[in-house]
C-alpha cells in the first residue's frame, strides 16, 4: 500500500492468480478508482451502495481476508488480502488489506455514503452451513457411541482426534462468518488482519 499526502491517494493492489496482471485500488478525492482484469472504473463514494467483509480461506493461504465493493449501478468487485507470488506461494498482505479498507470506509462516511454494511457469510448460506454441522456432529457423536459400546477404543479416540482437528479447522471460519451489520466506526476486528 502507497500513501501520498501531496496528492491524498491511498493505494492498493494484488494478484488474484499467477497469470494476468494485478488488480489495483486507488482511493482518491473523486472516489474509488479500480483497474481489474482489464476493466476499470472511477465509483464515488457515496455510490457505493455495500460493502461486505468475510473471512475467506484457501488451501494455499489459511489467513485470507475478503471484501466484496457494490455498486449502486449492479457492479461489484472483490479485494482480497493475499496475493499470488509464484505457483506455490500466495503471499499475506494483512497490513496494506486493513489500511485500505479502514481508508475507504473514513472516505465513505465523510461522503455521506448510506451503504449497507455486511459482514460474513448471507443469513441463509450460514444457516446451511449451521444444519449441516449440526448433521455432522449427530453422526460422529453415534460413531463414538458405537466404537465406546463395542470396545474400539482405539476407533474412539480416531473420533475424537478427528473431531477437534474439525472443530479447531472449521470453528474459526464459522466464529469469523457470523452473519452480522456493522457501521463505519465500528468495523469488525475478527474480518480484517
Same mark, same amino acid.
Given at each position: 500500500?502507497?500513501?501520498?499526502?501531496?496528492?491524498?491517494?491511498?493505494?492498493?493492489?494484488?494478484?488474484?492468480?499467477?497469470?494476468?496482471?494485478?488488480?489495483?485500488?486507488?482511493?482518491?478525492?473523486?472516489?474509488?478508482?479500480?483497474?481489474?482484469?482489464?476493466?476499470?472504473?472511477?465509483?464515488?463514494?457515496?455510490?457505493?451502495?455495500?460493502?461486505?467483509?468475510?473471512?475467506?480461506?484457501?488451501?494455499?493461504?489459511?489467513?485470507?481476508?475478503?471484501?466484496?465493493?457494490?455498486?449502486?449501478?449492479?457492479?461489484?468487485?472483490?479485494?482480497?488480502?493475499?496475493?499470488?507470488?509464484? +505457483?506455490? !506461494?500466495?503471499?499475506?498482505?494483512?497490513?496494506?488489506?486493513? /489500511? *485500505? #479498507?479502514?481508508? &475507504?470506509?473514513?472516505? =465513505? @462516511?465523510?461522503?455521506?455514503?448510506?451503504?449497507?454494511?455486511? +459482514?460474513? !457469510?448471507?443469513?441463509?448460506?450460514?444457516?446451511?452451513?449451521? /444444519? *449441516? #454441522?449440526?448433521? &455432522?456432529?449427530?453422526? =460422529? @457423536?453415534?460413531?463414538?457411541?458405537?466404537?465406546?459400546?463395542?470396545?474400539?477404543?482405539?476407533?474412539?479416540?480416531?473420533?475424537?482426534?478427528? /473431531?477437534? #482437528?474439525?472443530?479447531?479447522?472449521?470453528?474459526?471460519?464459522?466464529?469469523?462468518?457470523?452473519?452480522?451489520?456493522?457501521?463505519?466506526?465500528?468495523?469488525?476486528?475478527?474480518?480484517?488482519?
Amino acid at each position: 500500500m502507497q500513501v501520498s499526502d501531496a496528492e491524498a491517494v491511498t493505494s492498493y493492489a494484488y494478484k488474484a492468480s499467477l497469470i494476468g496482471s494485478a488488480h489495483r485500488f486507488e482511493l482518491t478525492e473523486q472516489g474509488l478508482s479500480w483497474h481489474v482484469a482489464g476493466r476499470s472504473a472511477l465509483w464515488r463514494y457515496d455510490e457505493i451502495s455495500a460493502i461486505r467483509l468475510s473471512f475467506r480461506p484457501v488451501s494455499m493461504q489459511q489467513h485470507r481476508f475478503r471484501a466484496d465493493v457494490s455498486h449502486a449501478s449492479g457492479g461489484r468487485i472483490a479485494i482480497l488480502s493475499t496475493s499470488w507470488q509464484t +505457483a506455490a !506461494l500466495m503471499a499475506p498482505q494483512d497490513s496494506g488489506f486493513r /489500511a *485500505f #479498507l479502514v481508508a &475507504l470506509h473514513e472516505r =465513505m @462516511a465523510k461522503a455521506g455514503s448510506r451503504a449497507t454494511l455486511s +459482514a460474513g !457469510l448471507g443469513r441463509k448460506t450460514y444457516a446451511a452451513v449451521l /444444519a *449441516f #454441522l449440526a448433521v &455432522l456432529t449427530v453422526a =460422529m @457423536a453415534g460413531l463414538l457411541i458405537r466404537a465406546l459400546m463395542i470396545g474400539e477404543f482405539a476407533g474412539a479416540l480416531f473420533i475424537l482426534g478427528f /473431531a477437534a #482437528l474439525f472443530a479447531w479447522q472449521v470453528g474459526g471460519f464459522v466464529w469469523r462468518n457470523q452473519p452480522r451489520t456493522y457501521s463505519f466506526n465500528q468495523l469488525p476486528r475478527s474480518l480484517l488482519p
